[in-house]
Structure formats: C-alpha cells, structure tokens
C-alpha cells in the first residue's frame, strides 16, 4: 500500500472512530422492552422524509420528556394481482406491507438474531397504522462500504454475520434484499432492515445458492421453530398461507444445511 493509500486509510479509521465516539454518547443505553415501550408511547416532535427508500418511510424524532431519539415509520401496504419491476419477472399476487417488517422483527427474536433487527412495533400516526424502528447509528450501508471499498476489520466475524443474513432472506423469501438494507454500525454489527417485500408464499427457496455457511445456533433454533408460537407472534401481520410458508422454507434450509454437511463435513459447513 502506498504513502497516500495508508494516510487515506488512516483518515477514514480516524473518522469513523470519531462517529462512533459521538454516537456513543447520544445513543440511549434501553433494554429492549424500554424501546418498544419509548416507540409506542413517546411524543412526535418532528417529521421528515428519509434520505433513502422508495417506500415513503418517514423519519421521526420522539421524545418522552427525558429521552429524545429518532425512529423510521413505514406505511405502506399495497397489493397487487400483478406486478413488475425493470430486469425482474413479473410476480402475481404482489404485497409490499409494513407489517413484514414487524414480521421479520418477530421471527428474528425467534432464532436469537434479535440483535441484528431494530426493535420495531405497530404504531398509528396520523390515522395510518405502520410498523415504527428505532433509528439505528450506523456508519454506512453495505453498498456504501463496497463502492468504497472499505475492509472489515475482521473479515470473518463480518462474513459469520453475512452467513447468518442470508440464511434469514432465504426463510422469510425477502425479494428486495439489497445492498442498501444491510447497515453497518460504528463497531461493525450488522444490521438487517426494510422487509416489506418478503412473506412470499412459496415453499421452495429462493436463492439456495446463497446458503454457504450456517451458524450452529440458528441451525438449531430454526430446528426448534414452532409453527404455533410463530402464528401467536405474527397474528397480526402474517396470513396461515405466509406461515405456513416461511415453515415450508424451514424445513429445506435444514434439509440443505444437513446434506451439506454430509458432503463436505461439519467444520465446513458450521460455524
């Protein structure tokens, strides 16, 4: 590398210490029961358009009168018979909704991947009803960091947390898993949003090939996944016809991951 490559890199390492330095400070040490509880009953003192998104997500800024912390509030819920989108296959039965992203919150908390959504619950504002995230500190997108291209600091513990994301795509079969919803935090956590495309109904999966690697646990817990307690989670945001989807998909990811491990032994495959 370079003079000019390491002091450019040394740059950027200053800055994004910086970044996490500050956010540390502002960022409200909650449990998650006290987030849920700020975002379902704080008080909106501002709204504005978020920067990214084509999905009308609103940036709002709360605040209990001790805690002030901003949130994203989606609305949408559109179904189409059918739909279509530029290098894509028209799909029937289209459904882009907020409470996938509810879903998706619900069904990670399930498998023990809680810490890689943003708390988010239902909320009404306005008299429409959304699914309303606490604002994460992040530093940039996935797409940002490869158009940079920036490394990870540590390459395997980033890509152990891409493992896990894809196998959570997979199960929900999220269409729209793009680089621009993979937020990257100041200490290099990876952060899944934005899954109101996902839900579909089918029992295949959609792109196997992304299945490389699997962790343990969320082998396990997808294992353990019980179809009642999820329907119990979601009942107001997944159809029988989703669950019995996301089930569906559950069983060949598991089914992929053993056969896989048959193939080329478990240190391989398992994490």
Request: proline content about 3%.
């Amino acid at each position: 590398m370079s003079r000019r490559a390491q002091r450019i890199a040394f740059s950027l390492l200053l800055a994004f210490a910086f970044a996490a330095s500050a956010r540390a400070v502002q960022e409200p040490q909650l449990t998650e029961d006290e987030m849920k509880q700020f975002l379902l009953t704080a008080k909106v003192i501002k709204d504005k358009g978020a920067p990214k998104g084509i999905t009308g997500v609103r940036r709002l800024t709360l605040s209990d009168g001790n805690i002030t912390h901003e949130a994203s509030f989606q609305t949408i819920n559109e179904f189409k018979t059918r739909f279509e989108s530029l290098g894509s296959p028209a799909e029937m039965n289209f459904r882009d909704s907020y409470k996938y992203d509810i879903a998706a919150y619900e069904l990670a908390k399930l498998l023990g991947l809680g810490d890689m959504m943003p708390v988010t619950v239902a909320r009404k504002r306005a008299g429409k009803e959304g699914a309303l995230s606490w604002w994460l500190p992040f530093q940039m997108d996935e797409l940002e960091r490869i158009k940079r291209k920036i490394e990870p600091p540590d390459l395997g513990a980033w890509n152990r947390q891409m493992y896990k994301m894809r196998v959570f795509a997979e199960l929900v079969y999220d269409t729209d898993r793009n680089l621009g919803n993979v937020l990257i935090s100041p200490e290099w956590h990876l952060w899944m949003i934005d899954f109101s495309r996902a839900f579909r109904a089918h029992h295949e999966l959609r792109e196997p090939k992304n299945l490389v690697k699997c962790d343990r646990q969320l082998l396990q817990s997808l294992r353990l996944l019980d179809e009642k307690e999820l329907t119990v989670r979601t009942k107001d945001y997944l159809t029988r016809t989703e669950i019995q989807g996301v089930m569906a998909r559950r069983d060949k990811i598991v089914q992929y991951f053993e056969q896989l491990v048959a193939q080329k032994g478990e240190q391989e495959v398992l994490y």
